[in-house]
């Protein structure tokens, strides 16, 4: 694809990396871009907390000059990234959403934001987030609340807690950015704001240095504009890291390759009719054309029936981290002097009745769940879901005492991997979404199956009106 005439915001990050590696884009002129787009548009897009303008540029003359003398240290030398607010970089502050924190500057840096550093990439900046990255429908009373960017005149969720990332990723303000999910996080935004995103399997990606909410469920992943970028960087961020024991003993990370083979001989499971209602119907209608158009690309599509409610599953993974983010947190929610978001301190206070046993009887239910649902999936490849149940609604409209992760908790309580893609447009222009869950660490088969689907369709390459 020619970028002469192409602004390189407007670029996805796999051809930001060939452009620039032929030499016929400057890492400066994309960090100038980005930099100029989010002067532009981020004082009301509210994407990030703070913006490395002077840091960027000058990583950026570095990585031009190193790549003019021959000396790329890869295909993301001079690649920009978005970080979630979550995430330790040595000297910066990380807030975690949190105005108790806004003072909170970091002493050492995140291995996943090691590698992506020295991979050569430039970040940013840092993105908002629901406070502690307690919630789905990505608000924050006190820190503010990112714009959906696809509807210029009403404020609508954008997804949360990575709120901030998928806004910037999808205002094209960053390439791609880094979220974290717990009960959704990645894939909620991913929905709302038209993006690709990929929640990983516990252990596939370290968490060192990335400040906790549920330890036991937190996964970091790629928030990207297809699935060609969040499997680049996906690739770049996993792997073991012996600050996290989590990581250790893993299966290896499979090829690039893997994800181009196409779903031929694929089985992938159509969700339960009894897990369509209180859908909408534009999502619903979003769903079965996915499932048919990976139909038509040589999957079969199989019918199995789960062995519980996906609400079910919902309610077991609120129970997991309510407890440990309780224990976490519990010196910050039970300081009524404190400046707590009044949706978030509810949802960890709810920790605060969960006895050991209730907690420890919890694990030992996700343990059966994890074996019951194996079985049920049987030899698919694959279970298809809608990631959300609507399209992204008004914030007037949210009841925050309700979480939208209907679709997306039990693949956390289940320690499965799951990839969220666009699906389609609702009538009034909003995004719909299609997520792909598979076994854990299975990423590579998740990532194939998303890859083709966006051979067959174009909805990822669909962008906000420019007036967002």
């Not at 807030?95 to 970091?106: A, D, H, K, L």
């Not at 696809?150 to 910037?168: I, L, N």
């Not at 699935?227 to 073991?240: C, H, K, Q």
């Not at 088969?445 to 420019?466: K, N, S």
Request: charged share 20%; net charge neutral.
């Amino acid at each position: 694809m020619p970028t002469v005439h192409t602004d390189p915001a407007l670029l996805e990050a796999h051809i930001l990396s060939a452009e620039i590696g032929a030499r016929r884009l400057s890492p400066v002129a994309v960090v100038e871009a980005l930099l100029g787009r989010i002067a532009a548009l981020d004082s009301r897009l509210h994407a990030f907390v703070e913006v490395y303008a002077d840091e960027a540029r000058l990583a950026a003359e570095a990585a031009d000059k190193a790549i003019r003398a021959g000396h790329r240290i890869g295909p993301l030398h001079g690649i920009p990234v978005a970080l979630k607010d979550l995430i330790e970089l040595e000297g910066k502050v990380t807030t975690g959403g949190s105005e108790v924190w806004r003072n909170r500057r970091s002493t050492y840096t995140a291995t996943i934001a090691q590698r992506m550093i020295a991979a050569g990439m430039i970040v940013l900046g840092k993105t908002h987030t629901v406070e502690f990255a307690m919630g789905g429908w990505g608000t924050n009373q006190h820190r503010g609340t990112p714009w959906n960017p696809w509807d210029p005149k009403t404020a609508r969720t954008p997804g949360g807690s990575s709120s901030g990332t998928g806004v910037a990723v999808a205002a094209r303000l960053a390439p791609w950015g880094i979220g974290t999910d717990t009960g959704g996080s990645v894939r909620l935004p991913a929905s709302w704001c038209g993006l690709t995103g990929l929640k990983t399997t516990i252990g596939r990606v370290s968490a060192f240095g990335i400040l906790p909410l549920s330890p036991s469920l937190d996964t970091p992943g790629p928030m990207a504009r297809s699935v060609e970028d969040a499997a680049l960087l996906y690739r770049l961020i996993a792997g073991p890291d012996p600050n996290d024991p989590r990581t250790l003993g893993r299966p290896p990370v499979g090829s690039l390759e893997t994800m181009r083979r196409g779903v031929r001989g694929l089985k992938l499971a159509r969700m339960p009719a009894v897990e369509r209602d209180h859908v909408a119907a534009e999502m619903l209608n979003a769903y079965d054309a996915a499932c048919d158009t990976l139909a038509r690309a040589g999957a079969e599509i199989v019918e199995i029936a789960l062995p519980r409610r996906l609400s079910d599953y919902t309610e077991l993974t609120g129970r997991i981290i309510g407890a440990e983010s309780y224990f976490l947190l519990s010196h910050l929610i039970d300081d009524q002097t404190l400046p707590i978001d009044d949706a978030v301190r509810p949802r960890i206070a709810s920790g605060r009745g969960v006895s050991a046993r209730d907690y420890l009887g919890a694990l030992a239910e996700q343990t059966r769940a994890k074996a019951e649902f194996a079985a049920a999936l049987g030899d698919a490849d694959a279970l298809l879901t809608p990631t959300t149940t609507t399209a992204a609604i008004p914030l007037e409209a949210v009841d925050q005492s309700t979480t939208p992760a209907h679709f997306t908790r039990f693949v956390n309580a289940l320690e499965l991997c799951a990839l969220a893609v666009p699906s389609g447009l609702t009538r009034d222009g909003l995004p719909l979404s299609l997520q792909i869950v598979c076994r854990g660490y299975d990423e590579e088969t998740a990532l194939r199956i998303g890859w083709a689907y966006q051979q067959q369709t174009d909805w990822h390459r669909r962008q906000p009106p420019e007036n967002a």
